[in-house]
């Protein structure tokens, strides 16, 4: 009847059919593409209102600074003295001695695994930590707290909540690739350097600061002032003559601060065992870049 009634229809019908279809992509496609495009107007927008705001702001800042000095204030005191820095220039005999006794210093250091438990006087760790304390920081800020073990108890507790949270890590957290990238290290989840070490210095840092009355301090760039830190932590292990491991309680970091008692605005970042090496202690027999690798000049 349909077809009878319309000859068209009824021989055609496939075409229109895919007319029909394209028309229906077509429309989608141009909409689609209207919206990315409305989307990117709208970041290119946003992005350009915030430059031209802080072009304002700019402006606002230089025009107003002085109302503006009265509504901040800066963390260190605003008379901070600048005074002469007492230096003597070394000998060029000097400079190459110096450098290459220090380089032989840090070149013998060494991740060290299992530790004596030989006790380590504890004035020593402070004095370690005292230099780890000379870091430069951002704004001097000196976001870090440095937190030193030794009771027997508290040692086992981190060292149980580590390797608890290690055991996921190597299981199912970290995948296959990272700890088959391990394997020629024989790191697994066993942490018992925490507890034979007879220190650990767990290094927090503060992601703010807080003031006298509780108020928030800024504290910028805290992640790489602590990372220095840390370096110039086992820089001053290997200088008295001790050994660690760089060891990274991840996942552990909120219940260790738990224990430990430390407040919201410190964060975890690293676990330092200090202590002699063990008679028996082994390393990877691995090499370093040579310098023609790390080295870049102009
Ligand atoms: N944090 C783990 C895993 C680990 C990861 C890397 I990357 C290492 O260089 C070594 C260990 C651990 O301490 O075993």
């Given at each position: 009847?349909?077809?009878?009634?319309?000859?068209?229809?009824?021989?055609?019908?496939?075409?229109?059919?895919?007319?029909?279809?394209f028309?229906?992509?077509?429309?989608?496609?141009?909409?689609?593409?209207?919206?990315?495009?409305?989307?990117?107007?709208?970041?290119?927008?946003?992005?350009?209102?915030?430059?031209?705001?802080?072009?304002?702001?700019?402006?606002?800042?230089?025009?107003?600074?002085?109302?503006?000095?009265?509504?901040?204030?800066?963390?260190?005191?605003?008379?901070?003295?600048?005074?002469?820095?007492?230096?003597?220039?070394?000998?060029p005999?000097?400079?190459?001695?110096?450098?290459?006794?220090?380089?032989?210093?840090?070149?013998?250091?060494?991740?060290?695994?299992?530790?004596?438990?030989?006790?380590?006087?504890?004035?020593?760790?402070?004095?370690?930590?005292?230099?780890?304390?000379t870091?430069?920081?951002?704004?001097?800020?000196?976001?870090?707290?440095?937190v030193?073990?030794?009771?027997?108890?508290?040692?086992?507790?981190?060292?149980?909540?580590?390797?608890?949270e290690?055991?996921?890590n190597?299981?199912?957290?970290?995948?296959?690739?990272?700890?088959?990238?391990?394997?020629?290290?024989?790191?697994?989840?066993?942490?018992?350097?925490?507890?034979?070490?007879?220190?650990?210095?767990?290094?927090?840092?503060?992601?703010?600061?807080?003031?006298?009355?509780?108020e928030?301090?800024?504290?910028y760039?805290?992640d790489?002032?602590?990372?220095?830190?840390?370096?110039?932590?086992?820089?001053?292990?290997?200088?008295?003559g001790?050994?660690?491991?760089?060891?990274?309680?991840?996942?552990?970091?909120?219940?260790?601060?738990?224990?430990?008692n430390?407040?919201?605005?410190?964060?975890l970042?690293?676990?330092?065992?200090?202590?002699?090496?063990?008679?028996?202690?082994?390393?990877?027999?691995?090499?370093?870049?040579?310098?023609s690798?790390?080295?870049?000049?102009?």
């Amino acid at each position: 009847m349909f077809s009878q009634s319309f000859p068209f229809f009824n021989h055609y019908w496939p075409f229109l059919l895919i007319g029909f279809i394209f028309y229906v992509l077509g429309n989608v496609f141009a909409k689609s593409s209207k919206v990315v495009r409305h989307t990117k107007q709208i970041f290119k927008q946003s992005y350009e209102d915030s430059t031209s705001l802080e072009k304002e702001l700019e402006e606002e800042t230089e025009l107003e600074q002085d109302e503006l000095d009265d509504e901040f204030v800066p963390a260190l005191p605003s008379d901070l003295q600048h005074i002469p820095f007492v230096y003597t220039r070394p000998s060029p005999e000097q400079l190459v001695q110096r450098t290459q006794e220090f380089y032989e210093l840090v070149a013998a250091r060494r991740s060290i695994r299992s530790f004596s438990s030989d006790p380590v006087s504890k004035d020593i760790i402070r004095e370690i930590i005292k230099a780890a304390g000379t870091a430069p920081s951002g704004a001097h800020t000196e976001p870090w707290t440095f937190v030193l073990v030794s009771d027997v108890q508290i040692k086992a507790q981190i060292r149980e909540i580590v390797e608890r949270e290690e055991e996921v890590n190597y299981k199912r957290r970290m995948g296959k690739q990272w700890t088959t990238d391990l394997k020629p290290l024989r790191t697994n989840w066993i942490k018992e350097y925490l507890t034979t070490a007879p220190y650990l210095i767990l290094v927090f840092k503060q992601m703010y600061g807080l003031t006298e009355s509780g108020e928030r301090k800024n504290h910028y760039y805290h992640d790489i002032s602590v990372a220095i830190a840390c370096g110039i932590l086992i820089t001053a292990i290997q200088a008295a003559g001790l050994v660690t491991v760089v060891s990274t309680p991840l996942n552990g970091g909120p219940s260790i601060r738990k224990i430990l008692n430390r407040p919201a605005n410190e964060k975890l970042v690293l676990v330092f065992p200090v202590g002699y090496p063990a008679s028996d202690a082994t390393m990877p027999d691995l090499h370093r870049k040579h310098l023609s690798e790390i080295l870049v000049e102009f």
